[in-house]
T-cell receptor
């Protein structure tokens, strides 16, 4: 168990809908990352938040957005869903900058999103 | 320039054998190279990582070999066990942000008893 909690584990929704995925990072971790894993694109970095602020952006669609709250949990919002958005969405967290440099990232178990 | 290319896509090894997975990167700014292991239904878990100031790192049965000039690195699993059957991902990032990873496409390893 990595200590990163993602809910829900599974989500089935219809095209055009909006969903919210939730991530609770490991205790003490300030940085949260979101990744999408699909068969054709592999594991792709979407976005990172660090202590409530957006830190880095990857291949995230404009229909997707994220935020990190004061208690450090994060939510990934996916709107106007399309069939191609069906994928596993992972959250990872890391402490951030530590004594020996930036610390490693730990992944949650993911949310499997199916758009029908 | 952001790609990490991984091969082979799949690998079958007999128990006790050596599993070798290779990766190549393009961006010379990368200075952190981890390997992640993923079991079905689970998230990726960090297995071992290397920085480019060393050419090899060993942890138990797992060894990373790193060739900076060739921009290649590989994972060697010695004495492969059926429990090692999983998908392995190489990745690259910068030490200034080790969670912002560029992943390879993954290698599905099957270790036969």
């Amino acid at each position: 168990d990595s200590g990163v909690t993602q809910t829900p584990k599974h989500l089935i929704t219809a095209t055009g809908q909006r969903v919210t995925l939730r991530c609770s990072p490991r205790s003490g971790d300030l940085s949260v990352y979101w990744y999408q894993q699909s068969l054709d694109q592999g594991l792709q970095f979407l976005i990172q938040y660090y202590n409530g602020e957006e830190r880095a952006k990857g291949n995230i669609l404009e229909r997707f957005s994220a935020q990190q709250f004061p208690d450090l949990h994060s939510e990934l919002n996916l709107s106007s869903l399309e069939l191609g958005d069906s994928a596993l969405y992972f959250c990872a967290s890391s402490e951030g900058e530590g004594m020996g440099g930036w610390t490693e990232a730990f992944f949650g178990q993911g949310t499997r999103l199916t758009v029908v | 320039q952001q790609q990490v290319k991984q091969s082979p896509q799949s690998l079958i090894v007999q128990k006790g054998g050596i599993s070798i997975i290779n990766c190549a990167y393009e961006n010379t700014a990368f200075d952190y190279f981890p390997w992640y292991q993923q079991f079905p239904g689970k998230g990726p878990a960090l297995l071992i990582a290397i920085r480019p100031d060393v050419s090899e790192k060993k942890e138990g049965r797992f060894t990373i070999s790193f060739n900076k000039s060739a921009k290649q690195f590989s994972l060697h699993i010695m004495d492969s066990q059926p429990g090692d059957s999983a998908t392995y991902f190489c990745a690259a990032s910068k030490l200034s942000n080790t969670g912002k990873l560029i992943f390879g496409q993954g290698t599905t390893l099957q270790v036969k008893p």
